[in-house]
């Protein structure tokens, strides 16, 4: 069940500077006050959603489909049942956590407390914002395709026919670790967050 792995709780409550949930979101804000153009292209090759690989896990099931073309069937199935089974389990912590905490997203805590006329780079979603979601499936999925397949650099094509260039990484974990930064460029999760 979800509370077998919930992550700790998220900073303690304050609207004043200094308070610790006043830093996460002030981070958030100044993050996108300051965007570079990269920032801005990872944040928009990471907001998997309609129309680009379905979801964050399609992302990832995307990728590995790429690793296992070469691979036999039974191979490949196995491929599918070791880092699908992690998937799930990462998605139950996730999702018990953000209705455990129900944290409200930067976009609302940033209005209210540091700028009413805030928006953020990406648009938020409408659900609770601790933990997030792409940094729990990216961080579950980077770590079991490194173990299962071996650390080694790659090239992720998902979005190359909506315009975007593949990137490249030397690991899964490391295009986990951007994936979890990208919600920080979009202005949609803190840092606490991944």
Known sequence: SGDEC???PPPAWGTEP???????????????LNLTDEEREIANFWADGPGFTGTPAGHWLALLTERVRSLNLADAAAAYAYVGLGMMDAFIAVWDS???????RPETYIRRH???QWKPYLT??????????????????GALMDAYFGAA???????????YRARTFNSYWEAAVEATNSRIYGGIHYPISG
């Not at 938020?124 to 999925?141: D, F, L, N, V």
Request: net charge negative.
């Open 124 to 141: 938020t979603p409408q659900h609770p914002e601790y933990p997030s979601g792409h940094a729990g499936i990216s961080g579950a999925m």
């Open 98 to 104: 953000k209705y455990t905490y129900h944290l409200i």
């Open 6 to 8: 919930r992550v700790p």
């Open 153 to 163: 650099p790659f090239a992720d094509p998902t979005k190359q026919r909506r315009g």
């Open 114 to 116: 540091i700028d009413p």
């Open 18 to 32: 200094g308070a610790p949930m006043y830093e996460e979101a002030n981070v958030v804000y100044q993050t996108e």
